[in-house]
């Protein structure tokens, strides 16, 4: 599977260095969509090669990238997207359309998103976030990753899931104590994945530099436009 890093900053982050969460794994299917990600994929040539989105929960700075996004494609005139998604966002897709933008998707809601893209089996697991969340599976039939989403640790559903997987997208807004807010702090997860492969996601900019010192060389640290084969 090929990986591609669009967005890799935390809610928190400003600027343009580190947009706000997405992840594209082989050119086709689009785990999140923040802000400034969709422009991402205009810089990286890639605009027109997702067919599928899946979002792991309904914090903006996971999935309010897609209504821009939702209006180019349309005026590309291209398919529309696949978008699956936790339960309530047919209603806020709706509202804009009810307001006058003429934008439109494939949208399939559940507790638990599910699906087949091409030759990808993608299910999800129940996330420890302050609201309805999920992680989401990956694999291609040969190789499995998971991609944990917004999430507190330890997380019974997520911790089950990297037992054989290949590889672990997991956010890290914080050094430590960052719990309370949902979140998974740096150093929880170099204790509790020490013997896998991580790469950490979800990086607040203005702590960008300790995060690097501290994961360098135990953890790969994503940034924007980052591409892994695995």
């Not at 291209?78 to 934008?103: H, K, T």
Request: net charge negative; proline share 3%.
């Amino acid at each position: 599977m090929r990986i591609r890093f669009i967005g890799t900053g935390a809610g928190s982050s400003v600027g343009t260095k580190r947009v706000k969460s997405s992840i594209l794994i082989n050119d086709k299917v689009l785990l999140d969509l923040g802000p400034g990600a969709d422009l991402k994929l205009e810089d990286l040539n890639l605009y027109d090669k997702p067919i599928a989105l899946f979002i792991s929960h309904l914090h903006v700075d996971h999935f309010s990238g897609i209504f821009d996004y939702l209006v180019q494609r349309k005026i590309r005139q291209l398919p529309e997207l696949e978008i699956y998604s936790p339960r309530g966002l047919s209603e806020i897709i709706s509202s804009y359309i009810r307001v006058g933008n003429n934008i439109s998707a494939k949208l399939y809601e559940g507790n638990l998103p599910k699906g087949k893209v091409n030759d990808l089996e993608i299910y999800s697991v129940n996330a420890c976030h302050t609201i309805h969340a999920v992680s989401y599976v990956i694999l291609d039939g040969k190789r499995k990753i998971l991609y944990s989403g917004d999430t507190k640790e330890p997380c019974e559903p997520i911790l089950e899931e990297v037992k054989d997987s290949d590889l672990i997208i997991h956010e890290s807004t914080c050094i430590e104590n960052c719990e309370e807010w949902g979140h998974t702090s740096l150093n929880q997860i170099l204790s509790l994945f020490k013997d896998k492969k991580v790469v950490i996601t979800h990086i607040p900019i203005d702590i960008e530099e300790k995060i690097i010192n501290l994961g360098n060389n135990k953890v790969i640290i994503a940034f924007d436009g980052m591409t892994l084969n695995v």
